[in-house]
């Protein structure tokens, strides 16, 4: 969705509300939420489409129909989260940031949120506490956070490589938290399967996993995409 030719505002982003006062339209919030994933290098006119993604085996089949249901679907009322799980090359980034442009193009402000990078931001501005709290609440209040790689520095070759740190405790886990406590819609994207998470915190992968209801996928040691002709099979 573009301002410039948005039929409610007509481009100016305010609108009237039911009080005779200005608000800022929709559209202001899905030109900031694109502005903002170009900030981490990703430009969602850009990236592959879920349509684009080609099932090869079982796992990977699920996890484009779920990717599919799961924009068919949509809607803000439903705070059911998506987790896909497994190790890297099944497509995981692809299905979950082709799931945040599609609902960018249906008019939802979707928060792109890069794991790595963004605890590194975070911790960067732990000091100015102004400027730490906008990023901050930028990840916690999105109506739709995409939160992909998580975990990433903590796993390497299907292994666990670490533990949870001081940084995750202070950076991250407030906005799970508050998601998971305001029921805000979240899609994950992690080397880490579901029985990783819960050797790093029982407690908090068991809220994650109850939030994603029955919306999770975990990809098998065979389906490194890139490497699907010497690999995978049906």
């Not at 796992?59 to 679907?73: E, G, P, R, S």
Request: include cysteine; charged fraction near 25%.
């Amino acid at each position: 969705m573009s301002t410039s030719n948005c039929t409610k505002c007509g481009g100016t982003t305010w609108v009237l509300n039911e009080y005779g006062s200005y608000k800022r339209c929709e559209c202001y919030e899905v030109s900031k939420a694109k502005e903002l994933w170009g900030n981490y290098g990703v430009d969602p006119k850009e990236i592959k489409k879920i349509n684009t993604y080609k099932g090869y085996n079982q796992d990977t089949k699920i996890a484009k129909k779920m990717a599919i249901d799961y924009v068919y679907n949509f809607s803000l009322k439903d705070s059911t989260w998506l987790l896909l799980t497994g190790k890297h090359g099944g497509g995981k980034t692809h299905l979950s940031i082709g799931i945040g442009a599609a609902l960018l193009d249906k008019g939802i402000p979707v928060v792109y949120m890069p794991y790595i990078e963004s605890m590194w931001e975070l911790k960067a501005n732990a000091m100015d506490n102004e400027y730490y709290l906008k990023i901050i609440n930028r990840f916690k209040k999105a109506k739709v956070l995409i939160i992909d790689d998580l975990f990433k520095d903590k796993v390497a070759n299907g292994k666990l490589i670490a533990g949870i740190t001081d940084t995750d405790i202070k950076h991250f886990y407030p906005i799970l938290n508050y998601r998971i406590l305001n029921n805000l819609q979240t899609i994950i994207s992690t080397e880490c399967t579901p029985e990783m998470l819960i050797s790093l915190d029982e407690a908090l992968a068991g809220r994650m996993i109850y939030s994603c209801k029955k919306n999770i996928v975990k990809f098998s040691e065979n389906c490194d995409y890139r490497l699907k002709e010497y690999e995978c099979g049906d």
